[in-house]
């Protein structure tokens, strides 16, 4: 556990697709978010709930600390609100749907942020589909340029990404990054 890491987790979106809050599907009778926030307790003790639902994560432990959106915003919006919020060099940005995120995958990464180029914004995991924003490590600094980027109107998490200096995270258990949108994606996830 480091003194320099806090937790965001995401779970403020609409779950349009899934049709109902993701945040609260339960897996093994735990809902996704308590589990993305177990997993987050193994780096850190300073989390960060952002939802514009306080109320309906009440079960979470008390350390966990909410920040109120005001209403659903993209992830990257939500991310950039959050951030002046956190006084820590580094962040970890979490979906609530990571439902295969385990602790010790995030201890294991959390040792290589010492090895991080001092001109990189972000440790990122990518997959073939680009880098996976919602599960990596980003600098506080880097609120800066995310500003800059959003105040051109850009909402690309993918597009901000690219467009910076940010180090792939290796991550052997590429099911850590699994996610959640869809009905169709929980059945498959159940009955694996």
Known sequence: MTDSLSAIILAG????????????????????LQRVCEAAIACTDSIYVVTSWCDRYSFLPASVQFIKEESPRSPIV?????????????????????PRLKGEVL??????LEQVSETA???VP???????P????????????????LGQG??????????????????SDRNVLTNCNTPEELSQLLDD
């Not at 201890?107 to 290589?112: D, L, M, N, P």
């Not at 990518?126 to 996976?132: D, L, V």
Request: glycine share 6%; with cysteine; hydrophobic share 40%.
């Open 126 to 132: 990518k997959s073939q589909k680009g880098w996976e």
């Open 154 to 171: 850009k909402r690309s998490f993918q597009g901000w990404l690219d467009a910076e200096n940010v180090e792939e995270l290796q991550i």
């Open 13 to 32: 979106g609409r779950s349009s697709r899934m049709g109902r809050d993701k945040a609260l599907i339960e897996i093994d009778g735990t809902p996704l």
């Open 78 to 98: 939500a991310f950039a609100e959050a951030l002046p919020q956190i006084s820590t060099e580094w962040v970890l940005l979490l979906a609530c749907d990571l």
């Open 121 to 123: 914004i972000a440790l």
């Open 134 to 149: 919602l599960c990596g490590f980003y600098r506080r600094t880097c609120l800066t340029s995310l500003e800059n980027y």
């Open 107 to 112: 201890q294991q990464s959390t040792a290589r």
